[in-house]
């Protein structure tokens, strides 16, 4: 995550093409929506079942939204719209797996979808407006300044709230890695029978927790056990490094990062996607 993606070969056309993590996981995440498509849009009935349900709302849902940003007019984005912001999410959903890279904690990803936009509405102003009112805009040197910086922008917010994210997650495990090696040494130094003891501490304190409903003992008693077993194993030489105070913190971290905040990330981009391309897209004179 911090040293950027993984490299796992590279392919000898072309002075060499680089297959990174982030290439693989694009493309997983390219197959999975493809599948789910063709799995949810065959066999439609004209009494639908659950899950029939489930997807024509979200349709629905995609197609008001496009409509009350866009306008009616523009609904032909809506598959576009959507393809986009399924893909920001299952490509930030995917690096909860542990062993693949989300794609949009890599540049490429999100400047990619962001210089998608630009060339868009440049394209949709050159379609309405001519290319003769395209290149009049310029005229302006800040007319220009803006559009550089408008995929540059798009790009970076999305990609430094989860590439942040990622490596705060990452530092945070290392940190509280170091800390849980050192508390397990200190118990493991004293002994089996201090490392047994520490362990029924942990067990009784958590008990009591439940006993009484408090949900620091819950915390504390769970936290305490975990190190005494954890201390406990390794003197008896069964298991060694078990980074006990890494365990739930950064899962939580994790959660919100990759759901809530990329939940939130691929939303943003969608939305000001739509509103670059609407402006680009002006309804017919006639409406």
Request: charge should be positive.
């Given at each position: 995550m911090i040293n950027g993606p993984k490299i796992y070969f590279t392919i000898p056309i072309l002075g060499g093409i680089p297959i990174t993590a982030t290439a693989v996981s694009s493309f997983l995440v390219t197959v999975i929506l493809c599948v789910a498509g063709v799995l949810l849009g065959r066999n439609?009935?004209?009494?639908?079942?659950?899950?029939?349900?489930?997807t024509e709302k979200g349709v629905g849902m995609l197609y008001d939204l496009v409509e009350s940003t866009m306008g009616k007019h523009n609904s032909y984005w809506t598959p576009y719209i959507g393809a986009l912001f399924l893909s920001s999410i299952l490509g930030t959903l995917i690096g909860m797996t542990g062993f693949l890279r989300s794609t949009t904690s890599d540049l490429s990803t999100t400047l990619t979808w962001a210089i998608m936009t630009s060339f868009l509405c440049w394209g949709c102003t050159i379609k309405n407006a001519g290319i003769g009112a395209f290149l009049k805009n310029y005229i302006n040197p800040m007319n220009i300044i803006s559009d550089i910086a408008q995929p540059v922008?798009?790009?970076?917010?999305?990609?430094?709230?989860?590439?942040?994210g990622g490596v705060?997650?990452?530092?945070?495990?290392?940190?509280?890695?170091?800390?849980?090696?050192?508390?397990?040494?200190?118990?493991?130094s004293n002994g089996l029978v201090v490392s047994i003891i520490v362990f029924a501490i942990g067990v009784a304190l958590l008990a009591f927790g439940f006993l009484k409903k408090k949900l620091a003992a819950k915390i504390f008693g769970a936290l305490i056990a975990l190190l005494g077993l954890a201390s406990t194993l390794e003197v008896l030489g069964t298991v060694t490094g078990i980074p006990v105070l890494a365990l739930g913190i950064p899962g939580v971290l994790s959660i919100y990062?990759?759901?809530?905040?990329?939940?939130v990330q691929a939303l943003v981009f969608s939305l000001l996607t739509m509103v670059y391309v609407g402006m680009a897209c002006p309804p017919p004179e006639g409406e």
């Open positions: 439609l009935k004209k009494r639908p079942g659950r899950m029939q349900v489930l922008s798009m790009a970076f917010r999305h990609f430094g709230n989860i590439m942040g705060l997650t990452s530092l945070l495990y290392m940190a509280l890695s170091s800390v849980s090696a050192i508390v397990i040494g200190l118990i493991r990062f990759d759901l809530f905040s990329g939940f």
